[in-house]
């Protein structure tokens, strides 16, 4: 039995980037960026007015006020992707809308409220000082510089950026599909009767869930029966995938049949029982290159492997350099009792109240138990050395 | 011009929750659930075992240990999913895997660790006390116990806890549609040559996808050109649909066209700039019942416009009860000089380091700096009445 933190390790070991694909920017969002985007151009990308109001040389208006303005001839407009041909000279000035560029030979911008228009003239009611009102080219981005880095997972602003430095289509890493394989004669459909001894299939609709939300696409390979025949031909099937992952049929039963069939494809056991709960059955290897999750058939079991295994597998897979992970610490409401040498998983409620993270677990922590996965905001993680963790005890939280 | 928190009230008081429809549970993630779920059987259905064993009477196990065990006969076998007929009596035991129902008549397992099988006959090494290694029916969920709430945002274990309670069908609200007008002479699409002037539309990408990451639908009406016809046509068209989004086009300039367009559909204004910054001019109103926010043009202004007003609405329009906004309070690691009166939004990098949030801005903070947005991974949220802030005091964060 190997740590969570070896095994963790051996797993991150054992998967790299996937290839490249080109997207354009609504196909983009929760895609992690494969290069590094430099702008293309100056943003903004030329000198600009902030406000509504007047273009005009700055020298011009010293000692203006309301009692005693300064008139100035306006020879032009312009508004917003508007241009204005020529070039202002002193005594001039050109109305001038927000957004709109800023005509050549102006040097400062002065607002419509500090101004009265008088047919083609307007006053000029207070000073403005050199540049005021103007944003300058390349204020928010300079040309060739580094915009947005690879390994971004991105997001509305990155999109936005995207579109404002011209890069209409970036490349992203390929979305590892991820073949999932539900073993047991006990499993039933959502629709089927319920009968004695059977047990609804949550595991595929949790575990797909997981996968998407990490980035990756789910491949629904069905369930299969406790039988040879019908396990190897779904693993051969899944084998056309980036990941396989099999939930149920490790644990040390006669009819765990999941190793002896992997064993058939060439399967290199990386490790198979881990000192965590719940889920100490997370067998994990490679077959044909390719990493194999065999996660336990509890429900919970099944979703606590995917988040402490699969989903740090599936986000190297993606290049993603920022860990989207964020643990926090946070003060206990009770007290726990754990098993000494495992790292506990605990399904918690985490609040923010005055000021600090406080933390309850959700109800019964049984591996079957999927409510308390259900009523979960994130999972406490407590070492395993310790035994016995007090209220009031600060401990490590992550938030889901 | 209002504060912020009565521009929010006014903008959840203008809109309700829409109706429900069904969807199958491979499309429910992310969706708000509008019916309280009431599981339809006990969780386990049945009475099960949690090891590999042999399940017995466990008053037959007194006194046994490995130097001196006590002898079953094993009358049979159960594995996951199957089903033993007979019952079980004193001195007998059924062999039985994980999952399996328990016999009539057994009341508990012995793991098979414990065990040496002879035969037809087993050897018990321990004694193992009631209901050892029995899962109880119900013990999850009980029949008829309500298991999400209306209003929650589901999610994996969600969708793994419908399948488990018989549910492959449920109602969730429908998802609003979100029409987006940019407004602009001076905007171009990515791929166009960016002359003197232009400006690169941005809006639309980062808007698209704010809208989906809320769990609305956006739709893309096209760039509106400071023309009277043009933004009429798109308007119209735009209240087909639930929210009617407008970009641009809502300062004081001769040329914005917004307000006074929607005046001819009957435009009920409720409030047009609002005391914060970025975003002063936020205009929102109703137009056949339908919200129609006015955001400004700058990239970022329009992003936390959205976030501040657009986000909040859409989340009641989808009775989404839990609220997916996380508040904290952060150490702030700069001086920080507002205007007083406003409310600010200042992008934000927050980290927790050693216990606790840490928090500094992510470079210039002018409205049109969209790279602030990109670099943010929060908000600093700065009350109105604070004009300096210094390094070190505690502020709050939104946590994006």
Redesign the interface.
Known sequence: MISVDEALKIVLDSVRPLESEAVG??DC?GRVLSEDVYSE?D????D?SAM?GYALRYSDTKGASSSSPVHLKVIGEI?????FDGRLVDGQAVKI?????IPDGADAVIM?EYTRAEGDRVAILQEVGYGENI?RAG???KKGSL??KRGTRL??????????????RVNVTRRPRVAIIIT????I???EE?????????????????V??AGAIPVDMGIAR?DLDDLKTKIKEALAHDVIITSGGV?????DLVRDVLGEFGFQQLFWKVAMRPGKPNLFGIVDNKPVFGLP?N?VSC?IGFEVFVRPAILRMLGQETNDV????AYLEEDIKKKKGLRFFIRAQTR?VD?RYVTRTTG?Q?S????S??L?NSLMILPEGEEFIRKGT?VRVRLL
Chains 1, 2 share one sequence.
């Open positions: 920017l609504r969002y151009c943003i903004p990308a030329s600009y509504d508004r917003a992707g508007g241009e809308m927000t957004g709109a560029p419509v944003r204020e928010d981005v915009v947005i997001g509305p602003a990155h999109a936005g950026m995207l579109s404002a430095v011209g890069r209409p047991g004669d006990e499993v459909g959502p629709d319920l009968k004695k001894g059977k047990v609804r299939n949550a595991n595929i609709y949790s575990l797909s869930g997981q998407m939300s406790d644990s040390m039963g006669e009819y058939g429900p979703m964020m643990e926090v610490d923010w000021g019964p049984g079957g138990i999927l409510s996965m259900a979960a600060t």
